[in-house]
C-alpha cells in the first residue's frame, strides 16, 4: 500500500448512525466528487495490500545469483585466478554474468507478463460518485465513497451500511461464521465483536443476498482484512504440478552431474590429465549435468502462454489449470450467454386472450407490439407490460442523445418490450412507487416488487412459468380476475411449452393486491397470485459457439450443457448447436434427484443436456463426472455456483455476467463470456503443455548427448575433446539461443485433433525417452568419430574446434528436431516459428565469431575451420534430423496400422 499522510483512526463505526459517518469523510447521499475523492485517495493510500506488490527487479538479480550453477561457475572462476589462467577467469565471470542477464530477462518478462494477467482479474466495485452510479477499479476505492452492494458481490473495503434490502454477507472468511449473516442499517453496541456488528460489511466477504448501501470506513492495510493480510492474502508464487515435477528432476539430474563429475575428476587424474585441466572439466561436466535453464525456461513458457491465452479473451488465475486445460474430457456449460448471444429480444407476448408479436431487436425500446391473431386483451397486456417494469432492476438511462438499458439481459428484453407497448411508454408509470422487494435467487426463480399506486398496494411477481403459475390461484382475463381452474392450468402450460419449443425462454408475471402498511415477505409472493401472462425471450445461439463445439467434439472432448432454464428450450438450443442428439431431451432437476452416479455419468455423455438446474445439481452432476474419470471444466456465474467451481477440475467463471464471487473461486474467467473461448483455451493449453514438453525434450537431449560425449573421451582415452570454457558455451550459450524460441512454437494445427491427455502420463513418456535416449548417442558417435578421425589426420586444436562446432551445430538441428515429436520438421512448416530462426542465426553467428576471430580463437583455442570443414559439419549433424525423421515415420506407420486395426 502507498504511504499515506495520515492512517485512518479506529474509530467505532458500527456504534455511529450513518449520517455521521458520510459527516467524517465530508461524503454525503449523492457520493463523492471526483476531486474529493482524489483526496482522500492521496489521504489513505490506495486499496490494496502490502503482499499484492510484486517482485522488485532486485530481487529477480539476487535469485539469479543463488543457484548451484552460479556456485559452479564461480568456484570454477576462483581456481582460475588461483592458479594465473586469467583468461580462463574472465570468460567464466563474462559468463556469470551474461547468464544472471539473461535469468533477469526471462523473468522479469513472466513476472511482467503475469502482473498483466492480475490486472485483467482485478475485482471492480458499484459506487456513487457525484450522483451516477458508475465501476471502478476495487483499488481506487477511498473512505467516503458510496458503495453499492448486490447478490454476488465481493465486498471490497470495510463499510458502514447506510440502507439495504434483506441484504445477507457470508462473512466466514473473516469470523468463521458458517451461516451468511443478516444485515441492518441500526448502530449496535460500542462493545459488539467483529461478527455481532451486522450493521457492517467486510472487505473480501460475500454478499450472498438482497442489496445495499453503504459508506466506506477503511481501505488496504487499514481494513480487517489488512490488519490479517499475512494470513489471507491469496498472493505468492504459484507453482504448477510441472514445475515442481521439473524442480525436483532438476535436483536429482544436479546431483547425479556432481556425482559424475567427481567420478569423471579422478578417472582423469588416475589416467594422467591435469589437474587444472581435471578440475575445469569436472565443473563444466557437472555444469552440462544440471538443466539449470529449465525451471526459467518453464515459468517464462507458462507465463508467455496464458498471455496469449488473455489475448483470446481467457484470463488464467491459477497456473496449474493450464496442464489440466490439456486433460479436459468434459466441459459443462451454461446456455444463456455462453453457447446464446445473451443479447435477448422479446419476440412474443401472452397475456390474457391474446397474443402478440413484439418487433424491434436487442435491448432497443424502437419497436411495436402487435396482436398475432384476431383476439386481443388490451387490459392483460397492459397489466403484464406493467409487472415487467416494476418486478423489474433493468433501467432506461441516456448516454448522450440516445437511450441505454443498464440491467441483466432478460430483464432488459421485458423492459425493453414495455417501453415499446405501454400507452403512454415507461413514464407512464413514474407516479408509481416501489416500496420494497423480494429479490430474484437461483432457488426461488423468481423476484418480486411491492408497489403503491393511489393509495393502494400491489404485489407484482416475476420469475419461471412453473414457479410462478404454481404460486396461483387466479387468472386475469377481458379485464377480470378468474379463478384458475384445470383447464385454464393446462392452456397455459401449453402455451409456455408451445413458446418455449421454438427456443424461447420463457417468463411469466402475475399480481396480488396487498393490504400491509409493511413491505411484502416470501409468503406472500407465494400464494394466491393471480396469473396474467407469458414473455417469450430469443437468445439465438453463437455462430461461433456451434463452430467450437464441432472442433471439441473433433478433439474427443464432450461437450455438456447445464442451465436453469425450461427444459425445451434447452432441448432445442442442445439440437441446433449440435450438443443433442436429435430427438433428445434434456433431464430436468427432479429426474437429478432420483439418478445415482452412474445413470448421471450416462445421460451427461450420451444426452449431454441438464435442465431446470439448482447449483446443488451441477455439483452432484460434476461430483459422478469426476468419479468416473473425467476431467472436467464447469462454467458458473452465480455466488451459488462457486462451490462448483472450486470443485471442478477447471472453474470457468464469465467476466460479464459473473459475480466477483464466482470470479474468486475459479481458474479461468472468460472476458467475453463465450463458449468459443473455453475450446480456444483448451486449444491454447495444449499448445503451451506441448511447447513445455519440446523444451524439456530439448534440454535434456542436449545434456545427455554432451555427458556421454565427455565420457566417451574419457573412456577412450582420448585427449579432452572439449575444454571447459566450450562446454560451458554450448551449454548456455548455444543452448540458450534455442530454448526460449521454442517455448513460442506457434500451436499446430493438429493440436485439437488429438485425444485429451491423461493427466497421469508423465512429461516423459517412453516414446519421448527413447527418441531422447536415440539422438544423444547419435551426437555422441557424430562428435567422437569426428574428433578421433581429425585427431589422425592434424592438430589437436583443429580436432577440438570440429568436436566443439559439431555438438554446438547438433543444438541447431535438434532445436528444430524439438518443434514436434510425432510429424516430420518439414511438414509442421519451417518459417512458422521466426523467433527460432532468429535464435538459431544468433547462435551461429556466434559460433562463426568464437572460430574465426583472433579474440575467439585465443580465449577458446581454437583453430580456423575450411569451408570443407563446415560442409562435413552440416553433413554430420544433418544426421540427427535424418535419424528422428526415421523414429517419427516408424511411429506414424504404427499408429496407422492400430487404427485400421480398430
Not at 271 to 278: D, K
Amino acid at each position: 500500500m502507498e504511504t499515506k499522510e495520515s492512517t485512518l483512526e479506529d474509530l467505532l463505526w458500527h456504534a455511529e448512525p450513518p449520517e455521521n459517518v458520510l459527516n467524517h469523510f465530508g461524503s454525503r447521499a449523492e457520493g463523492l466528487k471526483p476531486e474529493e475523492a482524489e483526496e482522500l485517495r492521496k489521504r489513505y493510500g490506495r486499496n490494496i495490500l502490502h503482499t499484492e506488490q510484486g517482485t522488485s527487479p532486485l530481487v529477480i538479480i539476487l535469485k539469479q545469483l543463488k543457484s548451484p550453477l552460479i556456485y559452479l561457475l564461480a568456484a570454477a572462476a576462483a581456481v582460475s585466478l588461483v592458479t594465473s589462467h586469467v583468461a580462463d577467469a574472465l570468460v567464466i565471470i563474462v559468463v556469470i554474468i551474461l547468464n544472471t542477464i539473461l535469468g533477469f530477462i526471462q523473468e522479469y518478462r513472466a513476472e511482467e507478463a503475469l502482473k498483466s494477467l492480475k490486472k485483467m482479474t482485478q475485482p471492480r466495485a458499484r459506487v456513487i460518485r457525484e450522483n451516477t452510479l458508475q465501476w471502478i477499479a476495487a483499488a481506487d476505492l477511498v473512505p467516503g465513497d458510496l458503495l453499492v452492494l448486490e447478490t454476488g458481490d465481493r465486498v471490497a473495503a470495510d463499510a458502514r451500511i447506510i440502507h439495504c434490502t434483506d441484504l445477507e454477507v457470508d462473512e466466514a472468511i473473516l469470523t468463521g461464521e458458517s451461516e451468511p449473516v443478516v444485515k441492518t442499517t441500526e448502530a449496535v453496541e460500542e462493545k459488539a465483536a467483529l461478527g455481532d456488528r451486522v450493521n457492517m460489511v467486510w472487505a473480501s466477504t460475500s454478499v450472498t443476498a438482497g442489496r445495499g448501501r453503504a459508506v466506506v470506513t477503511a481501505t488496504g492495510m487499514e481494513s480487517q482484512l489488512g490488519r490479517i493480510a499475512g494470513q489471507v492474502s491469496e498472493a505468492g508464487d504459484e507453482t504448477t504440478p510441472l514445475q515442481k515435477r521439473m524442480s525436483k528432476l532438476g535436483m536429482y539430474l544436479g546431483l547425479a552431474g556432481v556425482g559424475f563429475a567427481a567420478l569423471v575428476f579422478l578417472i582423469g587424474i588416475l589416467t594422467g590429465y591435469e589437474l587444472f585441466e581435471m578440475l575445469l572439466f569436472s565443473v563444466a561436466v557437472a555444469v552440462s549435468a544440471i538443466p539449470e535453464g529449465l525451471p526459467a525456461v518453464i515459468s517464462v513458457t507458462l507465463a508467455l502462454g496464458v498471455k496469449r491465452m488473455a489475448a483470446r479473451k481467457a484470463v488464467i488465475r491459477s497456473l496449474p489449470a493450464v496442464e489440466t486445460l490439456g486433460s479436459t474430457t468434459v466441459i459443462c456449460t451454461d446456455k444463456t450467454g455462453t453457447i446464446t448471444r445473451n443479447e435477448m429480444t422479446v419476440t412474443r407476448i401472452s397475456a390474457g386472450k391474446g397474443d402478440y408479436t413484439v418487433s424491434g431487436d436487442g435491448y432497443s425500446p424502437d419497436g411495436t407490439v402487435e396482436p398475432a391473431g384476431e383476439e386481443e386483451d388490451r387490459q392483460a397486456l397492459d397489466l403484464l407490460l406493467r409487472i415487467g417494469v416494476l418486478a423489474n432492476n433493468a433501467r432506461l438511462l441516456k448516454e448522450g442523445d440516445d437511450p441505454v438499458l443498464e440491467g441483466s439481459p432478460t430483464e432488459k428484453a421485458i423492459l425493453a418490450s414495455a417501453a415499446k407497448g405501454l400507452k403512454g411508454g415507461l413514464a407512464s408509470l413514474d407516479r408509481v412507487r416501489r416500496i420494497s422487494e423480494i429479490p430474484f435467487s437461483s432457488g426461488t426463480k423468481y423476484i418480486a416488487a411491492l408497489a403503491e399506486e393511489d393509495g393502494g398496494r400491489t404485489l407484482y411477481v416475476k420469475g419461471a412459468p412453473d414457479r410462478v403459475l404454481g404460486f396461483c390461484s387466479h387468472v386475469y382475463e377481458g379485464g377480470e380476475r378468474k379463478e384458475l381452474d384445470k383447464e385454464t392450468r393446462r392452456f397455459i402450460e401449453k402455451k409456455n411449452e408451445e413458446m418455449a419449443s421454438g427456443a424461447l425462454r420463457v417468463i411469466a408475471g402475475a399480481c396480488k393486491s396487498l393490504r400491509t402498511r409493511n413491505g411484502a415477505e416470501r409468503k406472500d409472493a407465494e400464494e394466491g397470485l393471480t396469473f396474467v401472462g407469458l414473455w417469450g425471450i430469443i437468445d439465438p445461439p453463437r455462430e461461433d459457439a456451434i463452430e467450437a463445439i464441432r472442433r471439441a467434439k473433433a478433439a474427443g472432448i464432450r461437450v455438456v450443457m447445464i442451465t436453469g432454464d425450461h427444459a425445451v428450450t434447452a432441448s432445442a438450443i442442445a439440437r441446433q448447436t449440435g450438443i443433442a442428439p436429435e430427438g433428445a431431451e434434456a433431464v430436468t432437476g427432479p429426474r437429478i434427484d432420483e439418478m445415482d452416479d452412474e445413470a448421471l455419468v450416462r445421460a451427461a455423455l450420451d444426452i449431454g443436456v441438464f435442465a431446470r438446474v439448482s447449483p446443488d445439481h451441477k455439483l452432484k452432476i460434476l461430483k459422478a463426472l469426476r468419479g468416473h474419470g473425467e476431467v472436467v471444466s464447469m462454467t458458473g456465474d452465480g455466488v451459488n455456483d462457486a462451490p462448483a467451481l472450486k470443485g471442478a477440475d477447471i472453474g470457468v467463471a464469465m467476466g460479464i455476467t459473473g459475480t466477483e464471487v464466482s470470479k474468486g473461486a475459479s481458474d479461468m474467467v472468460l472476458m467475453d463470456d463465450n463458449f468459443a473461448t473455453i475450446v480456444h483455451a483448451v486449444e491454447e493449453g495444449r499448445g503451451i503443455y506441448n511447447n513445455l514438453r519440446r523444451v524439456i525434450f530439448f534440454l535434456l537431449a542436449t545434456n545427455l548427448g554432451e555427458i556421454l560425449t565427455l565420457a566417451a573421451g574419457l573412456l577412450l582415452r582420448l585427449p579432452l575433446p572439449l575444454t571447459a570454457i566450450m562446454v560451458l558455451w554450448i551449454n548456455l550459450v548455444t543452448d540458450g539461443a534455442c530454448t526460449i524460441p521454442l517455448g513460442v512454437e506457434p500451436r499446430h494445427q493438429n493440436v485439437l485433433k488429438e485425444p485429451p491427455r491423461n493427466p497421469e502420463e508423465p512429461v516423459i513418456t517412453g516414446a519421448i525417452l527413447f527418441r531422447l535416449v536415440i539422438l544423444s548417442v547419435v551426437m555422441t558417435l557424430g562428435t567422437i568419430l569426428m574428433y578421433r578421425y581429425e585427431l589422425a589426420a592434424g592438430s589437436l586444436p583443429h580436432a577440438r574446434t570440429m568436436a566443439f562446432t559439431i555438438l554446438a551445430v547438433f543444438q541447431w538441428f535438434q532445436a528444430f528436431n524439438a518443434r514436434s515429436s510425432r510429424e516430420s520438421v518439414f511438414t509442421v512448416g519451417f518459417f512458422a516459428n521466426p523467433a527460432l530462426l532468429i535464435g538459431v542465426g544468433i547462435a551461429a553467428v556466434l559460433q562463426v565469431l568464437v572460430i574465426h576471430t583472433p579474440l575467439g580463437e585465443k580465449i577458446f583455442g581454437t583453430a580456423p575451420l575450411t569451408g570443407l570443414d563446415w560442409l562435413l559439419i552440416i553433413g554430420v549433424c544433418a544426421s540427427i534430423t535424418v535419424a528422428d525423421e526415421l523414429i517419427k515415420l516408424i511411429g506414424r506407420l504404427k499408429r496407422e496400422k492400430q487404427r485400421e486395426s480398430r
